[in-house]
């Protein structure tokens, strides 16, 4: 069964400074990898999605993640924070025999001034 | 893109009634979706598989019985809380599609308090 460890519950980073969420999952079958982002009492907004193709994928709002088989990992990055960038973010797996999306437990990102 | 609307956004409930939450698909038809609970600064677990026109596929733990999922048409999946006690209160998402090449696309959650 597949799985998702998101290393850090919470990460805190200065406005302006280098964002890394960790990701690492377990999965049977070549997996399906994602990142959503969640705000405050609503639901989830994709940033990202890996499927099989190009191993760093590139998202919305300057987030991108790179898909490493060897390690296991998909990590979320973005090269300058902004204040906007706060909020809870999930890695998810999904393998490509059924839509079902396992979410890890969420990484909340604070930004500070 | 594609939209996943909720119904209600939020609901309080007394213990021991039923609540029932709408998950529609609004410009696609998905023979599948999703139900997901997400406790305060939680991670969202999923709780079933709605399959239209045929039973729902829980996830172990979820009591079928309590969580009554009904996915009567390619654009409607309905979620009841039955007799809903206040450890039932959550954010309930539902989702849908998903996969390979499509976008899952997530409704905008439902608060369920039961006091």
């Known amino acids: 069964a597949q799985s998702v460890t998101q290393l850090g519950s919470h990460v805190s980073v200065s406005e302006g400074a280098l964002v890394l969420l960790r990701c690492n999952y377990s999965?049977?079958?070549?997996?399906?990898l994602f990142w959503y982002v969640q705000y405050p009492n609503q639901g989830l907004q994709l940033l990202l999605k890996y499927t099989s193709a190009a191993t760093l994928v590139k998202g919305i709002n300057g987030f991108e993640a790179e898909f490493k088989k060897s390690e296991t990992s998909f990590h979320l990055t973005k090269p300058s924070a902004h204040m906007s960038d706060a909020a809870e973010y999930f890695c998810a797996v999904s393998e490509s025999r059924d839509d079902k999306i396992i979410f890890g437990k969420g990484t909340r990102l604070h930004i500070l001034p | 893109g594609a939209v996943v609307s909720q119904h209600p956004s939020w609901v309080i409930c007394k213990s021991g009634t039923s609540v029932k939450i709408e998950c529609r698909s609004l410009?696609?038809?998905?023979?599948?979706m999703f139900w997901y609970r997400q406790f305060p600064k939680q991670s969202l677990m999923l709780m079933a598989t709605s399959n239209e026109g045929s039973k729902a596929t829980y996830e172990q733990g979820v009591e079928k019985d309590k969580f009554l999922i009904n996915h009567a048409s390619l654009t409607l999946s309905t979620l009841t809380v039955t007799s809903a006690h206040p450890e039932d209160s959550s954010f309930y998402i539902c989702?849908?599609?998903?996969?390979?090449?499509?976008?899952?696309?997530f409704g905008q959650g439902t608060r369920l308090t039961v006091v």
């Open positions: 989702s849908a599609g998903g996969g390979a090449n499509t976008e899952a696309f």
């Open positions: 999965s049977s079958v070549p997996p399906y």
């Open positions: 410009d696609f038809q998905a023979t599948t």
